[in-house]
């Protein structure tokens, strides 16, 4: 919810995830401060032209090239005039804290240690591989509210996203311009005081849609054709 993400491979033995048993607690993903949550998660394949989309409560979003080497040179990095919460929001924006940056390592019994600065990081190197149980690095700055969603993404995808009032809003990807990571974003939903973006998820492609109609109706079709068993009486 503050805004952090994290990137480890599943199968390398140093930085990825072991194999575990059915029973067992699991391993440690993410550190987390104190106050945080995860609030997704993808699994991300070796295709280009992928991107993270994140979205806050609020209703800002923005979308960052997963890879910078598929970004291009130059990309907008703030919002354009007049993006910035007004009002109310504004002071509401003001409010919501950034994470707290001390961790503690709790049952485990290790002391308190200060997150290390991320300095020179301006989110131009895009969501390099780390090792698991880290704290990850900066995708948004929660200015405008915690962030409660993100979603691996291409460009022609689409985004489905419902608030706590029941209000919904269906986008093209492509309507979100790709930034950097470490920005706030541009206002994705304009929302009614006291409302909250509930939670998002991604729209099939058209074609794939098709696809499953076409098969389904296929399916049926043949289900049709199987003549019934008749019943059998004593």
Request: proline letters at 4%; a negative charge.
């Amino acid at each position: 919810r503050s805004g952090r993400a994290i990137r480890f491979p599943l199968n390398d033995p140093g930085k990825g995830l072991r194999l575990l048993g059915r029973m067992s607690r699991g391993v440690r993903a993410v550190r987390l401060n104190p106050g945080d949550e995860v609030v997704g998660f993808s699994v991300v394949d070796e295709s280009a032209n992928k991107f993270v989309f994140t979205i806050t409560e609020r209703g800002f979003a923005k979308r960052t090239w997963l890879d910078a080497s598929s970004a291009p040179e130059v990309l907008d990095e703030e919002p354009e005039a007049g993006e910035e919460a007004e009002g109310d929001d504004a002071a509401e924006a003001a409010e919501v804290p950034e994470a707290n940056e001390v961790v503690e390592e709790g049952a485990e019994g290790a002391e308190a240690s200060a997150e290390p600065a991320e300095e020179g990081d301006d989110g131009s190197k895009g969501y390099r591989i780390q090792s698991r149980g880290g704290k990850g690095i900066r995708d948004m700055k929660t200015k405008n509210g915690a962030v409660v969603g993100t979603l691996i993404v291409t460009e022609s995808d689409q985004v489905f996203v419902i608030t706590d009032t029941g209000r919904v809003i269906r986008s093209r990807i492509a309507d979100v311009r790709a930034t950097r990571r470490n920005t706030q974003g541009v206002r994705f939903m304009r929302l009614e005081e006291g409302e909250r973006i509930q939670a998002i998820a991604r729209v099939q492609d058209t074609d794939e849609v098709a696809g499953e109609a076409i098969s389904a109706e296929g399916a049926e079709a043949e289900a049709a054709e199987v003549p019934s068993t008749p019943e059998s009486t004593e």
